[in-house]
C-alpha cells in the first residue's frame, strides 16, 4: 500500500482524509503545528509548521528516514484570512500566503527530489472554489488559492512525464473549523458589507457537507490511474460555481455574487 504524507491533518479535512485512508489500508503520516495538544487519530501526527523552511526540512527528514519514501503528498494546511482587502496589512498577507501558497511550495520541493528519482508520485493540493472566483471580504484567501491554482496547474505540466500526478481538489464551504484571522484593520466604510458577507459565509461552513466528502474525493484520486486535474466538492447552488466562471460574461458573475452577499 502506498505511503501517504498530509499536512494540517489534526482536524478538518486533513483529519478526514487521514482516517479514511488508514480504514483502507494505506500508511498515513500526519503533521500538525501541535501533534501533542491534538486529538488522538489512528495515525502518527509529526511536528510541521509549513511557514518554517526548517520545520519543512526536519519532518521530511523524520519521516523519510523512517519510512524511506513518500508515494502521495497532500498539501491540505491552510488558513482564511475576513475583512477587506484594504483592511489587510502586508503582513496579513504573508501570514495568508506563507502557509496557503509558499508552505504547499516548500513541501512540493522536499518531495519532488524523491519522487523524481523514483519515477512515480503524486500531489495533491488543496484549493477550493474561491481560487475559481473572487469571494467578498474572503479577497486574501481567495488570493492564495488563485495562486494554488496556476502553481499546480503550471507543476502538472513540469513533472507529468516524470511519473508524477498533480491534482487540485476544490471544495466549497465544508462544515470544518478551519483557522481563521480577521485582518488587523477595520474601517467604517466596509463594516456593513463585512457583516453580512462573513455571517452568510459562516451559515454556510456550519451547513455544509462534512469534511468526509472531500475525504472521499481525496481517495478516489489517489486510486485513479489517470488523475484529472481538478476535482471540485460542492453542494447546492455551489455546484454552479465552476460553470458560471466559465460560461458567463464577468459582468454577470458580478451581479450573482453582490447579490448572494447582499452587498450594497
Not at 195 to 207: C, D, M, P
Not at 223 to 231: F, G, N, T, W
Not at 245 to 262: G, Q
Request: hydrophobic share 40%.
Amino acid at each position: 500500500m502506498k505511503t501517504v504524507l498530509i499536512t494540517g491533518a489534526s482536524r478538518g479535512i486533513g483529519r478526514a482524509i487521514g482516517q479514511l485512508l488508514w480504514q483502507q489500508g494505506y500508511t498515513v503520516i500526519g503533521t500538525s503545528r501541535q501533534p501533542t495538544q491534538a486529538e488522538t487519530t489512528p495515525f502518527e501526527l509529526y511536528p510541521l509548521d509549513v511557514s518554517s523552511d526548517e520545520s519543512v526540512e526536519r519532518c521530511v527528514g523524520m519521516v523519510l528516514s523512517k519510512y524511506s519514501r513518500v508515494d502521495v503528498l497532500i498539501n491540505n494546511a491552510g488558513i482564511a484570512l475576513y475583512g477587506a482587502v484594504e483592511e489587510a496589512t502586508v503582513e496579513d498577507v504573508r501570514r495568508v500566503m506563507e502557509t496557503n501558497l509558499l508552505g504547499v511550495v516548500r513541501m512540493t520541493n522536499a518531495l519532488l527530489p524523491h519522487m523524481r528519482a523514483a519515477r512515480q508520485g503524486q500531489i495533491i493540493n488543496m484549493s477550493s472554489l474561491a481560487g475559481l472566483v473572487g469571494v467578498p471580504y474572503l479577497g486574501i484567501y481567495a488570493a492564495s488559492k488563485h495562486a494554488l491554482e496556476g502553481y499546480t496547474t503550471t507543476l502538472r505540466y513540469e513533472v507529468k512525464h516524470l511519473g508524477i500526478h498533480v491534482t487540485l481538489i476544490e471544495p466549497g464551504d465544508i462544515g470544518t473549523d478551519i483557522e481563521r484571522k480577521q485582518a488587523s484593520r477595520n474601517y467604517q466604510e466596509y463594516k456593513r458589507g463585512s457583516e453580512s458577507a462573513v455571517a452568510i459565509h459562516e451559515a454556510h461552513l456550519q451547513n455544509g457537507p462534512p469534511p468526509e466528502k472531500v475525504a472521499a474525493v481525496a481517495a478516489e484520486v489517489i486510486r485513479s490511474r489517470r488523475p484529472h486535474l481538478r476535482y471540485t466538492v460542492t453542494s447546492g447552488d455551489e455546484f454552479w460555481v465552476p460553470w458560471m466562471r466559465r460560461l458567463l460574461p464577468d459582468w454577470v458573475n458580478e451581479r450573482l455574487i453582490r447579490s448572494h452577499f447582499r452587498l450594497e
